[in-house]
């Protein structure tokens, strides 16, 4: 089994609210798109493979490094993949969770109905500058995700490397667009 993100990865921006309240269901939500991710980011097959090769005790697979990270030398220069699942709680994972799940969440209606704002008690934070801010950093860690797999020498990631990857980058600007 994969190891996954929990309810810590979700802090700063891309804090989901309301997290403790019992209509937010934040391990539904890592269940439901957890999979999502590996197939859009991977494609359906490496999927596969990651699930039947992953073993968390055998730390120099490369099903390990892609899940926990590892570094990795381009032109004699090294760089960090921070993997997945890491101690920072900042993942492309959560980060796609987070998308997807806010959607559903994120209205202003409650179980008393419909919620008027009042500008002076409310702090201004734009709902498309923190879709895009989340949405960017994902991209910017599937991108290293993409130049580590890249420049792996494990011939378990031929396959991959060989392929066009399945995930198109968006880069979207502060408008959402």
């Known amino acids: 089994m994969l190891p996954e993100v929990n309810e810590a990865y979700f802090k700063g921006i891309n804090l989901i609210p309301n997290a403790e309240q019992s209509y937010i269901d934040i391990p539904k939500a890592i269940e439901e798109y957890t ?3 590996y197939m859009n980011v991977f494609g359906y097959e490496f999927y596969k493979s ?3 090769n992953y ?7 490369i099903y390990y490094k892609i899940m926990h990270g590892s570094e990795f030398t381009v032109s004699g ?5 921070d993997g997945l699942i890491n101690d920072r709680e900042i993942s492309a994972l959560a980060d796609y969770i987070w998308l997807e799940y806010i959607e559903e969440i994120w209205n202003n209606t409650t179980v008393g109905g419909v919620v008027q704002i009042v500008p002076t008690e409310s702090k201004q934070d734009s709902r498309f500058q923190r879709l895009a801010k989340v949405s960017n950093r994902m991209e910017k860690q599937i991108e ?11 011939s378990e990631l031929e396959s991959v490397k060989n392929a066009d990857y399945p995930y198109k980058f968006k880069e979207l600007n502060w408008l959402g667009i």
């Open 35 to 37: 999979p999502d991710f």
């Open 50 to 52: 990651l699930q039947d």
């Open 55 to 61: 073993d968390s005790g055998v730390t120099d697979s």
């Open 77 to 81: 220069a090294v760089y960090k993949w």
């Open 144 to 154: 290293m995700l993409y130049n580590f797999i890249y420049y792996s020498t494990d």
